[in-house]
């Protein structure tokens, strides 16, 4: 942590990655709420249409999330039946498996014995974040071309007007990667296994359907 590069750069993002929730996600205004209960009802939706049948609920739960942070970064949302979006899915979950998995192991290795006995693993690790990067910095690309400097769209927008000349576009594609991870795989976790214990406790499921019906959506 001493080491850790906390320096200007570091404070000029993570002010901007607030400000750009604020804006566009979690913020006092309906722009977040509404892009989240949209998905919320998409996602209602296909359970509904699929009623009786077996569905991969954790599958859904992160292309939802998927969606929600790249209509947040990229200005882009996509069905849930779309195959551009359970390949973009796909790719976190190799990435996640790999990095939460093997990657553990191999981090316990000396460095020249990763060289040697995890070259296979490392080799896929590059390889799929660099093939998602390739997808951000299409994204980057299309982005500058259509760039209105006074209606900034999401997060790329905000970041390169507050950047102007100094952008620096291996520092901007590695801050729109690292919205990803958590907001996919964790939170997709979390409610899938939320999930599972409402539907096991017939009581606290309930509970809470009343409290949505007495006290509504607007709490």
């Not at 804006?23 to 009623?51: K, M, R, W």
């Not at 296979?120 to 259509?146: A, G, P, S, Y």
Request: net charge negative; aromatic share 10%.
């Amino acid at each position: 942590m001493a080491l850790a590069p906390f320096g200007d750069k570091w404070v000029h993002d993570k002010k901007l990655v607030v400000s750009c929730m604020r804006a566009f996600g979690l913020g006092p205004n309906e722009i977040g709420e509404e892009n989240v209960l949209t998905h919320v009802d998409c996602l209602s939706e296909y359970i509904l249409q699929h009623s009786g049948q077996e569905i991969d609920i954790i599958s859904l739960l992160m292309q939802t999330n998927a969606n929600i942070i790249l209509k947040i970064i990229f200005n882009r949302r996509f069905d849930l039946e779309d195959q551009f979006l359970k390949d973009f899915v796909g790719k976190w979950k190799a990435w996640y498996a790999l990095s939460t998995h093997e990657l553990v192991v191999v981090d316990q290795l000396p460095r020249w014995a990763a060289k040697v006995f995890a070259r296979k693993v490392i080799k896929r690790m590059k390889d799929n974040t660099e093939d998602l990067k390739d997808f951000i910095r299409n994204e980057v690309d299309e982005h500058l071309k259509t760039l209105d400097k006074d209606n900034p769209r999401d997060f790329i927008d905000m970041y390169v007007l507050s950047k102007g000349d100094d952008l620096d576009m291996d520092r901007l594609i590695n801050n729109a990667f690292a919205w990803c991870p958590d907001a996919i795989d964790t939170i997709s976790c979390v409610l899938g296994w939320i999930i599972l214990y409402v539907t096991l406790h017939k009581d606290v499921q309930k509970k809470m359907q009343d409290e949505l019906d007495n006290v509504g959506y607007q709490r």
